[in-house]
């Protein structure tokens, strides 16, 4: 079982940045897709961005593409996602998730583990 703890979500204003970051139980990186997901209030949770176990590969939501950034750092077993020029739309419940697979995985449905969920409100 994987131990995943988020952090960094808040409140900011449309246009400005935020960096979340997960902290995972990992000790084989390279065994785990890892992602960030979000759910807004009476919408399905989405993809948001993802990274391949061997970290080589990306998946951005059309929606985040140029503006997210999905990172990890395999020595401090974190996970981050740099989120910049932040929209209202980007308003939702922010999650980590990680599942053991060499493959690049978009959907939430494949996600075996996951955080408890931090909070990003961005206002106009």
């Known amino acids: 079982q994987v131990h995943l703890v988020e952090s960094g979500g808040g409140s900011v204003q449309a246009g400005g940045s935020l960096r979340l970051s997960c902290a995972a139980s990992?000790?084989?990186?390279?065994?785990?897709?890892m992602g960030w997901f979000r759910q807004a209030p009476g919408k399905e949770r989405e993809g948001v961005a993802v990274?391949?176990?061997?970290?080589?590969?990306?998946y951005y939501a059309d929606s985040v593409k140029g503006r997210f950034t999905i990172s990890q750092d395999r020595v401090k077993n974190t996970l981050y996602l740099q989120m910049n020029s932040l929209k209202p739309e980007d308003t939702a419940m922010y999650y980590c998730?990680?599942?053991?697979?060499?493959?690049?995985?978009?959907?939430?449905?494949?996600?075996?583990?996951w955080g408890q969920g931090t909070q990003v409100t961005v206002s106009s």
């Open positions: 998730a990680a599942v053991r697979s060499p493959y690049l995985l978009r959907a939430a449905r494949w996600y075996d583990n």
């Open positions: 990992i000790y084989t990186y390279s065994d785990y897709c």
């Open positions: 990274i391949s176990s061997g970290g080589g590969s990306t």
